[in-house]
């Protein structure tokens, strides 16, 4: 069971791909012991609501209240399971001490059930405030009556008053963005202002404005709450839901949860952290995620050498609000083939793991993809399957559970060398210290982990760099890593041995020998090489050794 004194993690327990076989609840019970024995805290679910088919990711959300009850849209289950396997992994997670968080699609819904002509106006793509046509009578799928469900928990049904735009005009079979016209109808004005005004994303818009439309959302989420004992949401599409909205919903939830701590963590995908930050000034009540530190790893990865890994934090939510930044790496919308596609190079995901899970701010989810490894698009095509990490991000957590706590000291002194230490807590004394190069050399650190460590032997848990580092009477010491690496650096214990993660190819392990060798004969040279070393400590405390 989690300690109230480790660190929190999220694991994003799924991705785009994940097999449509009504199995991965039944998979995520399973796996809950592993994944709290390696320090994960929290479940991010993806949608377990009904969707338009049995193949639904969950983004096209139908029914809100069937989340595999009711035989709906070709079958009971979901693409991942029945309500009944769902509530066995929760139970399993709570067991464990990790929490759970859904993720609410609450923007749209998708495949209604029955057409209805209404007026609307069709409005330009990239400006939705320029209506390109006189209204008009249009036949949509508007109608919601879920014959499955017949009322269970909710008699609500849903026409095109409760919505505020739709795509398709089922009589002229013609797509475009429309407008539904009537008493206070119009599209959100607290949204992104992208397109000039972005409450339209997709399918039938749900309209926040109707009061009734409110009171059904409220009910729904306190159903969640108390149904399935949910911890949190993550909220999809934020950008397009009116902000005044979601700030009202999670007040609401806290109240009569009377849970303070209820969590919530928004998809506002913007790369410019301006964007991010004038969100959170309308709407302090909701984490995002840093979307500006995952395109900065995307940009590090392609670049290599030439990216300064001293800025790598620069323009990043976790930099400017870390109380509010969720930090990942890539996730079902990053990944290849999909439409935010922007998946960070393999070679550099162990140093963006180490830069999430290991520093003091922010609050890390790791990607079920990046985990578990991403499922081929289809059997025909299976070069799209994209192996996991389990093992490296795993070791990773781990140094997160055990190791990175307390005071850092950032080493943020040289373009392709970054290190920092964590000095440990009262909980967790023993420290950590980290080191990572981008370029084609090797690189190392001389940083203090204190004085309370001289005389200790230090080595590196990713069982990467072999030998082994002294820490001086100062509390100084020699951290190295390899070239396009990371290494993690704790205390050397009795009868621990890290066994090395992800076993380099026979050249890498030539070159690896070649560079310890060079760093063992240099192990007390204080001058600097050519080789990529950083220059000069980047902390207050002066090097005795130089």
């Known amino acids: ?137 249009i036949t949509a799928y508007t109608k919601f009556t879920f014959p499955g469900r017949i009322g269970k928990y909710s008699d609500f049904q849903w026409n095109h008053t409760h919505f505020s735009g739709t795509d398709w005009d089922a009589k002229e079979k013609r797509s475009a963005v429309f407008k539904i016209e009537g008493e206070n109808k ?34 729904w989420a306190m159903w969640c709450v108390n149904e399935f004992g949910i911890d949190g949401f993550r909220i999809d599409a934020l950008k397009h839901i009116s902000s005044g909205f979601i700030a009202h919903l999670f007040e609401y939830i806290r109240k009569e949860s009377d849970s303070l701590n209820f969590f919530g963590v928004g998809e506002y995908w913007k790369k410019d952290v301006n964007d991010l930050e004038a969100h959170l000034e309308n709407n302090s009540s909701i984490h995002l995620f840093d979307v500006p530190l995952h395109y900065n790893f995307a940009r590090a990865g392609m670049e290599g050498p030439s990216f300064d890994m001293r800025t790598i934090f620069d323009g990043s939510l976790v930099q400017s609000s870390p109380h509010s930044a969720v930090t990942f790496i890539d996730n079902h919308d990053t990944q290849p083939y999909q439409a935010l596609e922007s998946f960070v190079d393999p070679w550099f995901k162990p140093l963006a793991a180490a830069l999430i899970c290991l520093r003091f701010d922010g609050y890390p989810c790791v990607f079920y993809g990046d985990f578990y490894g991403i499922e081929a698009i289809s059997a025909d095509k299976p070069h799209t399957a994209i192996p996991g990490r389990k093992e490296m991000f795993s070791r990773i957590l781990l140094a997160r559970k055990e190791f990175a706590y307390g005071d850092q000291n950032d080493y943020f002194d040289h373009p392709n060398c970054i290190g920092w230490v964590r000095h440990g807590d009262e909980h967790h004394p023993k420290g950590l210290a980290v080191v990572m190069s981008n370029s084609s050399a090797k690189c190392y650190k001389r940083m203090n982990v204190g004085k309370q460590h001289a005389g200790q032997v230090w080595v590196d848990m990713m069982g990467y760099w072999k030998s082994l580092a002294i820490v001086n009477e100062e509390g100084w010491a020699k951290f190295h890593c390899h070239s396009g690496s990371v290494s993690l650096w704790v205390e050397k214990e009795e009868g621990k041995n890290w066994t090395t993660v992800e076993e380099p190819s026979p050249e890498d392990s030539e070159r690896h020998i070649r560079e310890e060798d060079y760093a063992r004969e240099h192990a007390d040279d204080t001058s600097d090489d050519d080789e990529g070393e950083a220059r000069k400590d980047s902390n207050n405390d002066e090097d005795p050794e130089r």
Request: with cysteine; charged share 30%; aromatic share 12%.
């Open 1 to 137: 069971m989690a300690h109230k004194h480790e660190n929190d993690t999220m694991f994003q327990f799924f991705e785009w791909y994940t097999p449509a076989d009504h199995q991965h609840w039944i998979r995520l019970k399973e796996q809950v012991s592993f994944l709290s024995n390696i320090g994960l805290t929290a479940i991010w679910v993806p949608p377990p609501t009904k969707g338009g088919s049995p193949r639904d990711v969950g983004y096209g959300a139908y029914d809100l209240w069937d989340m595999g009850e009711f035989n709906q849209k070709g079958g009971v289950p979901t693409k991942y399971g029945t309500k009944d396997e769902l509530k066995e992994a929760i139970e399993e997670c709570k067991k464990h001490g990790i929490k759970v968080y859904f993720d609410a699609v609450l923007n749209h819904k998708a495949r209604g059930d029955e057409t209805e002509v209404f007026k609307a106006v069709a409005v330009a793509d990239d400006d939705r405030n320029v209506e390109i046509e006189e209204a008009h009578d």
């Open 186 to 219: 119009g599209f959100a004005d607290d949204v992104d202002r992208e397109n000039g005004n972005y409450d339209y994303l997709m399918f039938c818009d749900i309209d926040y404005k109707q009061s009734e439309v409110v009171a059904e959302t409220e009910l």
